[in-house]
């Protein structure tokens, strides 16, 4: 396939576009990226996606498809050649669902709370909510990768690509907080899958080193006039 058939419109270091790079190399399709100026939005991407106005937008030929999930899904099933990323059983499926919408809309928003919350509040989001989940998805990694190196098994598959797209973003927290977010004593299996994750081939170059995350997070203070980098970086992707 050439590659000015297939478009990927994107912001660095958006968890949302990283994933769906990742799902793309997973596939082994060539694309074009096309990185946005989220301050002065471009004409093709207001027109691929008018509604949400947002980043990923992926254009396959004329189509274009909006939403990180949605274009993995999509992703995976207009391409069948490489590794299936959702899971083939029905129930499986259902549940792989089920857990990336834990994650994209009831965990990792806890991490922009995270930020806007001062003295003792914010060691209960971390300890009580944050690190709660975390064990929690340790206990879906166990359950769902059947004892292999990952959620999909013995490939990267969908929850791998969504819990995995945040990696950078935790590690930022962790350094620019002080806080100990992946912990080897509560949750070893995650701690060892992240490690493998981010040394994939299909990963290596797509996930942002951590300065870098931190070096765009004061940028987007700057842009935002707000104490939340964080939420407005996620308010302009999904």
């Known amino acids: 396939m050439e ?14 576009v990283n994933r769906v790079q990742i799902a793309l190399n997973m596939k082994s399709i060539n694309y074009e990226y096309l990185e946005e100026n989220l301050g002065s939005k471009s004409s093709l991407l207001l027109n691929a996606n008018p ?9 396959h030929g004329h189509k274009s498809v909006s939403e990180s999930l949605v274009i993995v899904q999509y992703i995976d ?5 490489g590794p299936c990323l959702i899971p083939s059983d029905p129930l499986d499926r259902a549940e792989a669902r089920f857990w990336a919408d834990y994650i994209d809309h009831k965990w990792f928003p806890l991490t922009a709370e995270f930020k806007l919350t001062q003295g003792e509040g914010r060691k209960v989001v971390v ?42 973003w935790l590690t930022a927290i962790e350094m620019t907080s002080d806080v100990q977010l ?38 987007y203070l700057k842009l935002s006039s707000t104490l939340n980098a964080y939420a407005y970086v996620f308010n302009q992707t999904i």
């Open 51 to 59: 509604v949400n106005k947002k980043v990923p937008v992926l254009i």
């Open 3 to 16: 590659t000015n058939d297939v478009k990927l419109l994107g912001r660095c270091a958006s968890p949302y």
């Open 77 to 81: 099933e207009v391409w069948t050649n």
């Open 127 to 168: 300890k009580e909510r944050i690190i709660e989940g975390l064990v929690l998805l340790e206990e879906v990694f166990v359950k769902c990768s059947k004892g292999k190196d990952y959620f999909g098994g013995d490939s990267i598959g969908y929850l791998d690509i969504v819990l995995g797209s945040f990696l950078g």
């Open 182 to 219: 992946l912990d080897i004593t509560k949750t070893p299996d995650l701690v060892e899958w992240s490690n493998r994750f981010s040394l994939n081939d299909v990963v290596r170059n797509v996930v942002p080193e951590t300065e870098k995350v931190i070096e765009l997070l004061n940028v």
